[in-house]
């Protein structure tokens, strides 16, 4: 009743009659209206899109008074303290390292730039799933980082709201929240039951009420508090969201909400408390499981049992969910919503995160009290948030939204701990984590396939290849790095033992099974996301963890974690049935347990002091803890040996990441590490036995030539046999977990990285393995990266090879780190692709070079190690332990035999291993300590362990077992009385009974290694009767060997008679091949230090040194042994193959030999094609410098075709032509007369303006001559071509044009990409490969003509200039119809399509022969100006410069020549005429005839092109000579004219006067004086071009003294100069003498023949003396003058522009840069587009104009055309250089082509930042900026950069 009065009311009105009652003591009347007003407006039936509703609402919160003043009101009351923006997806915005505290810490630009981070380490980013600022917060970074906006406590000094200003709002906003729920519950449908479509459409209904909502929030504190109370007051939520009873809307309403959370599989509890059905589920575990009281193996043992009736599933490789008791469900799944912000989140999820609503959800953060309900609010939704986004279709975005939320809640080290505690966070998080894993677990087939218990994720499942996960590991890796939430985690042990268990569906994963058969059909990718899944979900939160145990108080952490680990590996053990030997062929890279146990022992020992036995399990545990990472180390050997070939290349992809600089410290160096444990605690025997098993090497490992191996190829053996040793050595010699420091190991990391390849910068902090939290920005130490670099490396700056590519700033080592820090092993370890190991032992041998410390082949050298951790000194049992002696000592006897499959490799590790056993003796090296052992052994090959005893100890009978058909068995066998045999290797089961008793007897001795032990047995365990008891087999002749198979093995007995030392001495002789290579006294004077680099030699040396120096022993066996070495005799078989290897050598030597030769004379015929093709482009030249030689004169000019190698002349019908590129250039067009370049606007206030260049100006200049001047006339008085004027260049080579024909014919047919379009003729040189897209025809004609065109007849002035005349009467001739004229048609067909049609009709009727004529003279003055900008703007520099040696002019000339001479120039407008003669003035025929220019208008430099090319060609010099000093006479009063207008009205008098005494002279005619005083009397006569502008002249208040005008004269003139003299040079060959600037004038007008040479010597030459006039000069000039004064109908202002026609202009430049890049970044990156008003996806700046584009946008597209192409159309004529604001790169369009020409901003490293992803503050590189002006300049873009593409005007 009432509210509908009120509805009908004006609504400001109501509104404020309303808030004036509700001040009332008395307000419950007011308050029924409002609630009644508010039930009609909000009614929830009404449609979302009705605006009313929303506009009542505003007025009614402002009380009356307009909105946006109420919210200024709000705003002027707000207290926050934070900065709090937030914002989406593609922000820019920054972080501070210096000032965060958390590592996700990050500032808007405001912030950012109004802080002061001067020298910070900060960095500019994009934002990838949106943030909020931090600014204020000190619980996220330092207050030093604080803008100066939030430094100050703002609450403090603003005063406290009055209490009506909000009073409304407390009113209307609960109802309005209220309907926004409405219509959300009301929209909400299930998805089965509809498309997803819906939701979007009820999303984009509400968007100005979610908007309205946001607004509020942004009105500073004041209105959060309001809102933040009702959000979270439940009373109002108890009262509201249930509806009145009446109302049946609302109910029904209420009741979807409930059905709604019932579908999402969440119960309010009450329900759940009356469902018994519900109770049973839970019931196994229920609670309790979270509090652990279920024993800690029971969640496996029920998985066990239902693994049983999941047997027929796994079929499909699905599995039954684990079952409930492994967590609490009621985490999961009870919610009870008791306030808006719960249900608003509820709805928030269900829609799944629409972007407005979590800004406004995130908006409201500054307010605490809001920020602690929300967060236990999120908490409480947390396990539904990952429900709903397993489901979701857009994971990827609502991932994003999701970590939007939760970044800013748990990177707060308070709030995340409060809710750890309140709300369980820590156990919500591990069991939606397992929740989440379960549903995508199939069974293991590691090891057992059947009967495997253990699961695994299945790594091609959505979740894990999509990274679903990613969200939720993301949050907990963010709340472990709280130390108190990590020590709570920490010390929980049902949550370790819930993670170790979800940890445990990692082990083993994506398991690689070897294909032996054909090659696997699909190739499977699943291992991005194996990988990506361990570093994520399990190595990131474990260095989480280990930053938090680093001292010794946390040591019960460490233990508790390392005791279950060891507990779920034992698990693990039993559920895969893991006996001792791992399943051949298989492979899996992931072993999350093993490194969790190995990083937290390694933690333990370096920083907490823990002693590493108390941590280790028993032997039989270590035992099976090494296999499986000893398998990935012998697969990674398979993998490079090609035996995995068949898996694809996608195994390869495994074996690099594995190895890759993020993955390795998380996979590699744990494995390593954890393999180093074993090997320290295990029995060194048992485990250098296990090594050379996995790496399937053992029965290569004989003393016998020939050997049969049962499970490799014969070409696999040498590289597994490399890859044992390598890995040996590794093992042995890596300390990074046994010892180092950390600033070691960065040093280690770096110094090895560095040797591979110098590096920039980035990718140096990119390959370096960050230790702890990967990519929190603090790099382990990070203030020592930049120092420990400095230390290692050397710094080289950018270099610019000129048309080079462009480098960036590299870090190379330093000479003292190549000497003495070069670790090839960490260089092997380290690198992902083989060749980097090549790199780096070639940088190293360059550098020995270099530094002459050794010439040949160096070996990689020898690195002393740092000490070991004491706790790891088991290790070095390893190198002293006999099964190791042994191999060594087969492996140095079968390189010293030259047995097949051995390598340098082999040898160089052999000795590496024997090196380290020296460096590293064992402590205590009592014999009595093993005495079992000992008794039981007797084995015969050494006596004890020690390496330095079993050096010299000599060995002389081996038993071996042998194929029969090896040579050994065709041998008698030596006395077998000898006491030291040894059978070796066996394959066949022996049945020698004396022996297998033996090994009965011993294998019950070592009954714990005994079955790992059987093939090795022979080796370790050894009887010395064994020799006496041999009995020799029966001959197997007698047995059927059936064809085909291998042959039998024999036992044979080998005499040996060596040791170690004596075999190493001889493999001295054998490297050096000389017979007695060490003398006996050697010893005695060996220099140690000389040793550190070398090859094999430097390497035995050294290690003979070393040894002899340990022991007195050592030192006479080695002496005894030099005495007496002898030749050794190989076995007789191996004497062809020596002949081979000889004759191979030779072979090699003699086809080196060849190459060479081959070689060198191809370079002599390159060079002197090279010459002979420089001679072609200036023949004249020749010709000239030879005019005495008479057969010089004779012939004619050759030419050379690259294409079919023959030289000749240029035909009619066989024309040559230039190879040529044609391109229209407006480069001329935009010069200045300002030398400094223009500033690039980086603010509103800055413009460029376009108006002062060279284009406009002539523009300007020609529409106003077509104003007044008959057009055939006026398109004769000036040039174009300053925009879009077409720029001819060669390469300077010639070919024939038919070759050329067929040679684009080839190209036409050539399939292969190229990059460039033959169908638009373009082409590369054959020769030179530079780009071309055109061939101009050479001229046929003899050189001697030159010569003849040269010599000068001293006519006078008047007859030349008769003659002059004459020839321009002569009309030309009509050229026969040839192959030559046709070619010069259609090259001036190809020139024309090169610009565009508007660059080319100036004229008035487009098409007329004028346009054409004008267009053919400017195309000669475009490119005569052209070189003179290439040449610096003068000829100062003189010379043939390398642009006129490549220059084309001569043969253009001829063609235009040739074009031009079709059209004549009536006789009676010939300009000639005017310049010599005084002629009447003719009378116009009819009156609208429009006058002629005046030649005091006209461009004299076109004049000049204009009568050249007109005449018939060739010209004669002379008369050449006569047109220059004629134009120059019109030049030079065209400067007085110019000159005139500046002066002063008093000065024009005295000038005129003094002027008028001077004509009484004799020399009149050549005083400046007199003529000036000329021109200013005859043009006061008329409407005075004087009378205009005399205010700019009373400004300047200098005085012009006869010096100044002189010098104005030069500078006027000399353009014209210039342009004579190179078109002189040109056409006549004359070279261009170099002079100083100031003497150009003089130096110019003798090089035209303007004054005589003589005259310069005594003084400078001053511009009127070189005049020479035909008749009398004031007449001539009063004429001209009169042209001016007769023209009535223009006015005086416009006479005066067209009379000054300044003719100089600086040389063209590029816009000026900024030298801070973020100047430039932050104005235009969010700069709006002029066109389409919208801020560009894609801004791009012009750098020749300044013009703001949108790259790539579809908004400013026109005809298909994007903008940036259309610009560089409009602006360059095709070529445009753009730099792209968000990439910092600059691209160039050229034509329909363009390329990424790279970046000329860097940053202090001298490194571009292509699409800003490192964000670090850029500077301008001034080289590479000029190299770039210089390109566009020389119009080289194209030549010089190599990947163009074509951009389908998309750009």
Not at 35 to 62: F, M, Y
Not at 200 to 208: D, F, G, N
């Amino acid at each position: 009743m009432m509210a509908a009065s009120l509805l009908r009311r004006d609504k400001k009105a109501t509104a404020a009659h309303l808030k004036a009652d509700l001040r009332r003591t008395d307000n419950s009347s007011a308050l029924r209206q409002i609630h009644e007003l508010l039930d009609d407006v909000l009614n929830p039936e009404k449609p979302a899109t009705d605006t009313e509703a929303l506009d009542w609402c505003k007025c009614l919160i402002a009380g009356g008074e307009a909105f946006e003043q109420f919210c200024k009101t709000v705003r002027s009351y707000d207290n926050a303290t934070l900065c709090g923006l937030v914002w989406t997806a593609n922000f820019v915005a920054y972080r501070c390292r210096t000032c965060g505290i958390s590592p996700c810490m990050s500032l808007c630009a405001e912030c950012f730039n109004n802080g002061d981070h001067t020298s910070h380490d900060f960095n500019m980013f994009r934002s990838q799933a949106g943030g909020a600022c931090d600014c204020g917060d000190s619980n996220v970074m330092r207050e030093s980082g604080f803008c100066r906006r939030h430094r100050l406590r703002t609450g403090e000094n603003i005063p406290s709201i009055p209490r009506d200003l909000l009073l409304m709002s407390e009113l209307v906003l609960p109802r309005f929240i209220l309907s926004v729920i409405q219509y959300l519950r009301d929209g909400y449908t299930e998805p089965d039951t509809s498309s997803e479509r819906d939701l979007q459409k009820v999303l984009q209904q509400l968007e100005p009420q979610i908007s309205f909502l946001e607004e509020l929030t942004k009105m500073g504190g004041a209105m959060r508090t309001v809102l933040t109370k009702i959000l979270t007051n439940q009373q109002t939520f108890k009262e509201l969201s249930m509806g009145q009873e009446d109302n049946l809307f609302a109910k029904k309403n209420y009741d979807k909400y409930l059905a709604a959370l019932k579908n999402s599989g969440l119960v309010s509890v009450e329900d759940k408390a009356q469902s018994t059905g519900d109770v049973a589920v839970g019931a196994e575990g229920g609670a309790n499981a979270l509090l652990g009281s279920a024993a800690p193996g029971s969640p496996d043992e029920s998985s066990k049992e239902e693994d049983q009736d999941a047997g027929q599933s796994v079929g499909q490789r699905k599995r039954v969910k684990l079952s409930s008791s492994t967590k609490d469900l009621s985490i999961i799944e009870c919610l009870k919503h008791k306030c808006f912000l719960e249900e608003l989140l509820f709805w928030t999820i269900k829609y799944e995160f629409p972007q407005k609503k979590v800004t406004f959800l995130l908006n409201m953060l500054p307010d605490q009290d809001y920020k602690i309900t929300f967060t236990k609010t999120f908490v409480q939704h947390y396990a539904f948030i990952m429900k709903t986004l397993m489901k979701s279709h857009e994971s990827d975005t609502m991932s994003n939204r999701i970590v939007h939320i939760s970044v800013q809640l748990f990177s707060n080290e308070e709030l995340a701990r409060h809710v750890t505690e309140e709300c369980q966070l820590l156990d919500i998080m591990v069991t939606v984590l397992l929740y989440m894993m379960e549903s995508c677990l199939i069974k293991s087939e590691l090891q057992d396939e059947e009967n495997s218990r253990h699961v695994v994720v299945n790594c091609s499942e959505a979740l894990l290849k999509n990274n679903t996960y990613w969200p939720l590991v993301s949050d907990f890796i963010n709340i472990l790095s709280h130390q108190s939430v990590a020590k709570k985690f920490l010390e929980d042990h049902s949550l370790l033992m819930l993670w170790m268990s979800f940890v445990s569906f990692f082990q083993g994963m994506n398991l690689n099974k070897r294909e032996l058969n054909e090659h696997v059909e699909f190739e499977s990718q699943t291992y991005y996301a194996a990988f990506a899944a361990e570093l994520e979900a399990c190595a990131q939160p474990m260095w989480g963890l280990l930053t938090h145990c680093k001292v010794k108080e946390t040591q019960e952490y460490t233990k508790t974690v390392v005791r279950y680990c060891l507990e779920t590996l034992q698990i693990w053990f039993d559920a895969i049935s893991f006996n001792d030997e791992p399943l051949p062929n298989q492979v899996t890279f992931h072993l999350p347990l093993h490194r969790y146990y190995a990083m937290f022992l390694s933690k333990a020992v370096k920083c907490q002091g823990l002693d590493l036995d108390s941590l280790l399990p028993d032997q039989e545990m270590l035992m099976k803890i090494m296999v499986h990472p000893l398998q990935i180390q012998a697969c990674l050997s398979e993998i490079h040996s090609n035996m995995w070939v068949r898996n694809g290349l996608q195994i390869k992809g495994q074996a690099m990441t594995y190895v890759q600089s993020h993955f390795c410290n998380s996979m590699i160096d744990p494995d390593i590490f954890l393999l180093q444990v074993c090997a320290s605690r295990l029995d060194p025997d048992y485990f250098i036995s296990s090594v050379f098993e996995r790496f399937k090497v053992v029965d290569l490992l004989t003393m016998a030539s020939q050997h049969q191996n049962a499970v490799l190829d014969s070409e696999q053996e040498r590289p597994m046999l490399e890859g044992a040793l390598t890995f040996l050595v590794i093992l042995t010699s890596l300390r990074i977990h046994l010892g180092m420091t950390d600033d070691e190991i960065l040093r280690a990391e770096m110094v090895s990285q560095l040797c591979m390849n110098d590096r920039t910068h980035s990718s140096l902090l990119d390959l370096i393995p960050e230790n702890p939290n990967p990519k929190s920005g603090i790099v382990p130490g990070s203030c020592s990266f930049e120092e420990m670099l400095s230390a290692v490396a050397d710094f080289k700056a950018p270099v610019f090879e000129p048309g080079g590519s462009m480098q960036q700033g590299m870090y190379t080592p330093k000479a003292e780190v190549w000497e003495n820090e070069f670790d090839p092993i960490m260089v092997v370890l380290r690198t992902v692709y083989r060749r980097d190991v090549q790199s780096a032992m070639d940088r190293y041998s360059a550098f020995l070079k270099q530094s002459g410390i050794h010439t040949g082949n160096p070996w990689p050298p020898y690195k002393e190690r740092t000490p070991l951790h004491p706790c790891y000194n088991g290790l070095i049992k390893l190198l002293h332990c006999k099964t190791l002696h042994i191999v060594i000592f087969t492996l140095l006897y079968k390189i010293w035999m030259d047995h097949q499959n051995m390598s340098e490799h082999v040898l160089c590790m052999v000795l590496y291993l024997i090196e380290l056993g020296l460096d590293n003796q064992v402590q205590d090296s009592k014999e009595d300590e093993e005495p079992c052992i000992e008794e039981h052994c007797h084995d015969s090959w050494f006596p004890g362990t020690n390496l330095i005893s079993n050096l010299h100890h000599v060995i002389n009978f081996v038993r071996v077992r042998v194929p029969e058909t090896a040579p050994e068995v065709k041998r008698e066998a030596p006395p077998s009385t000898s006491s030291e045999a040894s059978s070796y290797g066996q394959n066949s089961h022996r049945r020698l009974s004396a022996n297998w008793r033996e090994n009965l007897r011993e294998a019950q001795v070592f009954s714990l290694v005994a079955e790992r032990r059987r093939k090795f047995q022979e080796i370790i365990n050894r009887s010395s009767s064994e020799a006496s008891l041999v009995v020799r087999p029966k001959s197997s002749s007698t047995r059927w060997v059936p064809p085909g198979t291998p042959p039998q093995l024999v036992t044979e007995i080998l005499e040996i008679r060596e040791s170690m030392l004596s075999l190493l001495v001889k493999l001295h002789q054998k490297l050096s091949s000389k017979q007695n290579s060490l003398s006996e006294s050697w010893l005695d004077n060996m220099d140690t230090s000389r040793h550190a680099h070398g090859d094999g030699i430097t390497a035995i040396e050294r290690i003979l040194t070393k040894a002899a120096t340990r022991s007195c022993q050592i030192k006479r066996s080695i002496q005894d042994i030099c005495g007496k070495v002898y030749p050794p005799v190989p076995p007789k078989k191996n004497s062809p193959t020596d002949k081979k290897a000889m004759d191979k050598e030779e072979r090699r030597q003699r086809a080196r030999e060849r190459q060479q030769k081959l070689l060198a004379e191809f370079a002599s015929r390159q060079k002197s094609f090279m010459e002979t093709a420089m001679d072609v482009e200036s023949p004249e030249t020749e010709a000239a410098m030879d005019l005495g030689a008479s057969e010089m004169m004779e012939s004619e000019v050759l030419y050379d075709c690259v294409i079919c190698g023959q030289s000749g002349p240029s035909t009619e019908d066989r024309p040559t032509g230039l190879v040529v590129l044609l391109q229209a250039s407006s480069v001329l067009g935009h010069r200045c007369k300002n030398t400094e370049a223009k500033n690039l606007p980086t603010s509103d206030e800055e413009h460029i303006y376009s108006a002062d260049t060279c284009a406009v100006a002539h523009d300007v200049r020609l529409t106003l001559l077509q104003r007044f001047f008959q057009d055939s006339s006026c398109l004769q008085s000036v040039s174009i071509g300053w925009d879009g004027g077409v720029y001819v260049q060669t390469c300077g080579h010639t070919l024939h044009i038919d070759c050329h024909k067929s040679y684009m014919e080839s190209l036409r047919n050539d399939q292969v990409l190229q990059g460039f379009s033959v169908d638009k003729g373009e082409f590369t040189c054959p020769l030179c490969r530079q780009f071309a897209n055109s061939v101009l025809p050479c001229r046929p004609g003899r050189s001697s003509e030159a010569g003849a065109w040269q010599a000068s007849t001293n006519k006078k002035t008047s007859v030349l200039i008769k003659e002059v005349e004459a020839l321009q009467d002569n009309l030309g001739l009509f050229p026969t119809e040839s192959n030559l004229s046709k070619e010069m048609e259609s090259v001036i067909k190809d020139i024309k399509n090169t610009t565009q049609k508007k660059y080319m009709d100036y004229g008035k009727n487009p098409g007329s022969s004028d346009n054409d004529f004008l267009f053919m003279y400017s195309l000669a003055r475009t490119n005569l100006e052209l070189e003179l900008v290439h040449r610096g703007g003068n000829l100062c520099c003189g010379g043939a410069s390398a642009t006129a040696k490549r220059s084309c002019l001569n043969q253009l000339f001829h063609v235009l020549a040739m074009h031009m001479r079709l059209y004549s120039i009536d006789s009676a407008y010939n300009p000639w005429m005017k310049l010599t003669q005084l002629t009447q003035s003719r009378e116009p025929d009819f009156d609208d005839e429009r006058p002629e220019v005046p030649m005091l208008f006209r461009d004299v430099p076109s004049l000049l092109i204009i009568f050249v090319l007109t005449m018939p060609q060739p010209l004669r010099k002379e008369h050449f000579t006569c047109v220059v000093k004629m134009l120059y006479n019109l030049q030079f009063i065209q400067a007085l004219a110019a000159l005139s207008t500046k002066l002063r009205p008093e000065e024009r008098q005295a000038w005129n006067s003094s002027g008028a005494i001077k004509k009484e002279r004799a020399n009149a005619e050549t005083s400046f004086e007199a003529l000036l005083g000329h021109v200013i009397s005859e043009l006061s006569k008329s409407n005075s071009v004087y009378a205009v502008n005399m205010e700019d002249i009373m400004l300047s208040s200098s005085v012009w003294s006869p010096q100044s005008v002189e010098f104005s004269l030069q500078q006027y003139c000399l353009p014209f100069l210039r342009l004579s003299c190179l078109l002189q040079h040109h056409l006549y060959g004359d070279n261009l003498t170099g002079c100083l600037e100031q003497e150009e004038f003089s130096s110019l007008a003798v090089c035209l023949g303007l004054v005589p040479a003589t005259s310069v010597v005594s003084n400078p030459v001053d511009s009127a003396s070189c005049l020479e006039w035909a008749l009398s000069a004031f007449d001539l000039v009063t004429q001209w003058c009169a042209e001016v004064k007769g023209l009535s109908q223009v006015q005086a202002e416009q006479s005066l522009t067209l009379l000054v026609q300044d003719p100089q202009w600086a040389l063209p430049r590029l816009l000026q840069l900024p030298d801070n890049y973020n100047i430039i970044f932050q104005y235009y990156h969010r700069k709006a587009c002029t066109v389409c008003k919208k801020v560009p996806k894609d801004p791009a700046l012009c750098l020749v104009c300044g013009a703001f584009v949108c790259l790539k946008g579809v908004c400013c597209k026109q005809q298909g055309i994007s903008e940036c192409v259309l610009h560089s159309q409009h602006c360059g004529a095709a070529t445009g250089i753009f730099l792209l604001i968000n990439a910092s790169v600059i691209i160039i369009i050229r034509g329909h082509r363009f390329c990424l020409w790279g970046s000329v901003y860097l940053d202090t490293h001298g490194e571009e930042d292509r699409d800003l992803r490192r964000g670090k503050p850029l500077f301008l590189c001034e080289e590479r900026y000029r190299v770039l002006e210089q390109q566009w300049v020389s119009h080289t873009f194209d030549h010089i950069n190599k990947r163009w593409g074509p951009h389908y005007n998309g750009l």
